[in-house]
């Protein structure tokens, strides 16, 4: 194929409110590098990261919860998921859904012209497991809200699957996040997971895949999202902060307690999570929707012999685990909407509304 010179993509200026975020006609298409392959998007889904680092969420001057707003007290010194600086202009989109059109000479030229996906955490690949040499796609490196892409071609995994390119382009951030959540609080068969923000694209993604390892799922969420939610067959579905919540999960689970709490949310209602687990329990963490300041009661963590874990740079292989997962079938994607890509905006907002269930994608071949 020809590629042009020129591209559409959305291009994030600085952090502040959407108008840093740019969609431009004409930005030149990238050209791959040795080690780089060169790769046609056809989706990109959206994720918390893309919104968090244009509005300095995640610098420690901030205290609130997500709001899709930029802070006055964040500092562009740590405004980024890894606690330093970005280099703009960014484009941004880790979840890719693309086919691969052009390969550097050192890369592998059998992916020309395969579908592919891209796994988000960027690596030293002469020492991958050191998470200090990390970075992610979208943030540290150019990603996919734009109709070119490159990436390493050893952080691109060819996916052979029935799915749409929407569907595929669903599933990268939110359920490597949610794997990595479950693999480092152990999940095993027989576990009860308590999962909050369980509508949202990693929320979503927990339910699948904790069913998968054959725990028992508990699912938070609002009311109004009950009835759908139900269709990724979560056990027990309650509202998003009961009044009583061992009392509700005694009375629909026979027991009061939960041996993991998988987390997104934090907020107010985070030390009666905590209370649900039981000795011996394990917590784990991959997000603060609802605000990063919590009440913590050392005594209630170490007189019951509690583990906590954050969850954000996936350790090797988690990936490739599931691509895996998706070619065999046994996770699906829950896509709430699609935007074209002049769009996104618009899917930003409804992704920060928080009233969907699932991931919110947005397409690039038009």
């Known amino acids: 194929m020809t590629i042009p010179e020129t591209m559409r993509a959305f291009v994030l200026k600085g952090h502040g409110e959407f108008d840093q975020l740019q969609y431009h006609k004409d930005w030149p298409v990238p050209v791959p590098k040795p080690h780089e392959v060169l790769i046609q998007v056809h989706a990109c889904g959206c994720n918390n990261t893309d919104i968090n680092t244009r509005t300095a969420w995640y610098s420690k001057g ?11 007290d964040a500092d562009d010194d740590d405004a980024a998921w890894g606690g330093s600086p970005i280099s703009f ?15 550097g000479a050192n890369a592998d ?15 030293n690949w002469d020492n991958p497991g050191d998470y200090s040499q990390t970075g992610y796609y979208g943030s540290e490196y150019d990603g996919g809200f734009a109709e070119y892409t490159v990436a390493d071609h050893r952080n691109v995994h060819v996916v052979d699957s029935d799915l749409t390119h929407t569907e595929i382009a669903s599933f990268a951030t939110a359920y490597v996040t949610a794997e990595n959540m479950l693999n480092k609080a152990k999940v095993a068969d027989g576990d009860t997971v308590l999962i909050t923000g369980s509508s949202g694209g990693v929320g979503s993604a927990l339910i699948q895949l904790a069913n998968r390892r054959g725990a028992t799922t508990v699912a938070l969420c609002g009311k109004d999202k009950h009835t759908d939610l139900q ?3 979560p056990a027990v579905i309650l509202d998003r902060e009961p009044q009583d919540l061992k009392g509700q999960l005694n009375k629909t689970t026979g027991r009061s307690d939960v041996d993991v709490v ?9 030390s009666t999570l905590i209370d649900t687990l039981v000795r011996g329990g394990r917590y784990t963490c991959a997000g603060a929707i609802a605000g990063p300041i919590v009440e913590f009661d050392l005594r209630t963590f170490y007189l019951r012999d509690l583990v906590f874990t954050g969850a954000t740079v996936a350790p090797p292989g988690v990936f490739g685990d599931l ?4 070619e065999r079938g046994e996770i699906k994607p829950v896509v709430a909407a699609t935007f074209d890509l002049k769009q996104l905006h618009d899917a930003q907002r409804m992704f920060i509304a928080k009233r969907h269930i699932g991931n919110i994608v947005v397409t690039v071949d038009t």
Not at 110 to 120: D, L
Not at 323 to 326: A, D, E, H, L, Q
């Open 62 to 72: 901030v205290t609130e919860n997500t709001t899709g707003g930029a802070f006055e």
């Open 89 to 103: 202009p960014r484009i941004q989109g880790a979840d890719v859904a693309g086919t691969v059109v052009a390969a």
């Open 109 to 123: 030229q059998s992916m020309i012209g395969r579908r592919v996906m891209i796994e988000t955490w960027l690596r």
């Open 231 to 233: 269709a990724l067959n």
């Open 262 to 270: 998988a987390d997104v949310v934090g907020g107010s209602y985070w």
């Open 323 to 326: 691509v895996g997962y998706i």
